[in-house]
């Protein structure tokens, strides 16, 4: 039997797909390609071009690949646009979401591994954040993951599915083949290697007057390979007929936002110019995971997610992909 992962050309899901196929697991891609990329997924991966909604698409995948179990990554992810474009985010990642789940109830796929963020929390108050922190979130992204949060927990109440929802930090870094390819890419750790690569004369850094020891925010940074092989511990888990879960995939370790700039300054030999700007709005101060109850129920233990490892990994990937997987 099959897994079926939506959104598997995009960043996180493509290196979960190249995880699960190292472990020898039967994969099939479901991507609209709306912000991925062909090229991430191995051509001998089943792919099927086409939005994770479409409920007939889903059964006639399902119908060729009996599906055991749905990792589901498609999502659309900038918080900024989901802020201006709202109708956007409710339309792709609710709608879209809950057609999903209904073409998987209909196909008889009783396990979901969801990726769900940390923007759930909104501004908290306890650092590090655990799982059983208040969910409030500060934008439409965030509750648009909330949403199908509850929706998964309503569904393994009313109709037995069992689900583990992974509420990830921030992903960076890169395998070998895989790494960050995003246009327009929004996120802190490409952005400083593409200012040190010489492809932007700066980084941008948003606010430094923050409560935090040098004044910039400071975010957990998780390893994408780390978060990859998460999925895998969290697939086996429901495998073993364990109870639904939420789980907090971070470090428990929290950098400045300068702080990864000077790492990234000592990784690539480079100077990087910063250039501060206003505050964006709903940016809270810190967001680090407690990360406690994912070690005890999926004995995941991140390997890799050292600043320093993380930031060569897509450094290395960026020196052989220079335009990532070409144009987006
Ligand atoms: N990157 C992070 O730091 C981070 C943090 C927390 C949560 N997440 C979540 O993890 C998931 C993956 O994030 P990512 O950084 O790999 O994003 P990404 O944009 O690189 O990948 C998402 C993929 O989903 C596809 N997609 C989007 N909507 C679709 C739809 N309706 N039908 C079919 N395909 C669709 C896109 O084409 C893309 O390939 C997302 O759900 C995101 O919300 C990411």
Same mark, same amino acid.
């Given at each position: 039997?099959?897994?079926?992962?939506?959104?598997?050309?995009?960043?996180?899901?493509?290196?979960t797909?190249?995880? +699960?196929?190292?472990?020898?697991e039967?994969?099939?891609?479901?991507?609209?390609?709306?912000?991925?990329?062909?090229?991430?997924?191995?051509?001998?991966?089943?792919?099927?071009?086409?939005?994770?909604?479409?409920?007939?698409?889903?059964?006639?995948?399902a119908?060729?690949?009996?599906? !055991?179990?749905?990792?589901?990554?498609?999502?659309?992810?900038?918080?900024?646009?989901?802020?201006?474009?709202? *109708?956007?985010?409710?339309?792709?990642?609710?709608?879209?979401?809950?057609?999903?789940?209904?073409?998987?109830?209909?196909?008889?796929?009783?396990?979901?591994v969801?990726?769900? %963020?940390?923007? %759930?929390?909104?501004? %908290?108050?306890?650092?590090?954040? #655990?799982?059983?922190?208040?969910?409030?979130p500060?934008?439409?992204?965030?509750?648009?993951?909330?949403?199908?949060?509850?929706?998964?927990?309503?569904y393994?109440l009313?109709?037995?599915?069992?689900?583990?929802?992974l509420?990830?930090?921030?992903?960076?870094?890169?395998?070998?083949?895989?790494?960050e390819?995003?246009?327009? !890419?929004?996120?802190l750790?490409?952005?400083?290697?593409?200012?040190? *690569?010489?492809?932007?004369?700066?980084?941008?850094?948003f606010?430094?007057?923050?409560?935090?020891?040098?004044?910039?925010?400071?975010?957990?940074?998780?390893?994408?390979?780390?978060?990859?092989?998460a999925?895998?511990?969290? +697939?086996?888990?429901?495998r073993?007929?364990r109870? /639904?879960?939420?789980?907090?995939?971070?470090?428990?370790?929290?950098?400045?936002?300068?702080?990864?700039?000077?790492?990234?300054?000592?990784?690539?030999g480079?100077?990087i110019?910063?250039?501060? !700007?206003? #505050?964006?709005?709903?940016?809270?101060?810190?967001?680090?995971?407690?990360?406690?109850?994912?070690? /005890?129920?999926?004995?995941?233990?991140?390997?890799?997610s050292? +600043?320093?490892?993380? +930031?060569?990994?897509?450094?290395?990937?960026?020196?052989?992909?220079?335009?990532?997987?070409?144009?987006?």
């Open positions: 039997m099959a897994i079926l992962v939506t959104g598997g050309a995009g960043y996180i899901g493509s290196v797909v190249e995880r +699960l196929r190292a472990k020898d039967s994969v099939v891609v479901l991507d609209d390609l709306a912000r991925g990329h062909r090229a991430a997924v191995d051509p001998g991966v089943p792919f099927y071009h086409g939005r994770v909604g479409d409920r007939a698409l889903v059964a006639s995948i119908a060729e690949h009996p599906l !055991e179990a749905c990792i589901h990554f498609a999502a659309l992810a900038y918080v900024g646009e989901s802020v201006s474009e709202p *109708a956007k985010y409710f339309e792709n990642n609710v709608e879209q979401g809950v057609a999903l789940m209904g073409a998987l109830r209909e196909a008889g796929v009783r396990r979901v969801f990726s769900s %963020t940390c923007a %759930t929390y909104g501004e %908290t108050k306890q650092i590090p954040i #655990p799982e059983s922190s208040p969910q409030s500060v934008n439409p992204y965030g509750w648009s993951k909330l949403f199908l949060e509850r929706l998964l927990d309503s393994d009313a109709y037995g599915l069992k689900f583990v929802s509420r990830y930090f921030n992903a960076s870094g890169a395998t070998e083949k895989r790494g390819h995003h246009d327009p !890419e929004t996120h750790v490409p952005n400083v290697l593409a200012a040190a *690569a010489g492809e932007k004369r700066e980084v941008s850094v606010g430094n007057n923050y409560a935090t020891p040098d004044g910039t925010p400071i975010r957990d940074y998780v390893h994408v390979a780390d978060l990859a092989d999925h895998i511990l969290a +697939l086996n888990y429901l073993r007929g109870d /639904s879960v939420f789980l907090n995939l971070g470090t428990g370790r929290g950098y400045s936002v300068l702080e990864v700039i000077e790492c990234a300054r000592r990784v690539t480079r100077p110019n910063v250039r501060i !700007e206003a #505050p964006r709005a709903g940016d809270p101060a810190r967001l680090v995971a407690d990360a406690a109850r994912a070690q /005890s129920v999926l004995g995941w233990k991140p390997a890799t050292d +600043l320093p490892s993380i +930031l060569r990994s897509q450094w290395e990937w960026k020196q052989k992909h220079p335009r990532g997987y070409g144009p987006a």
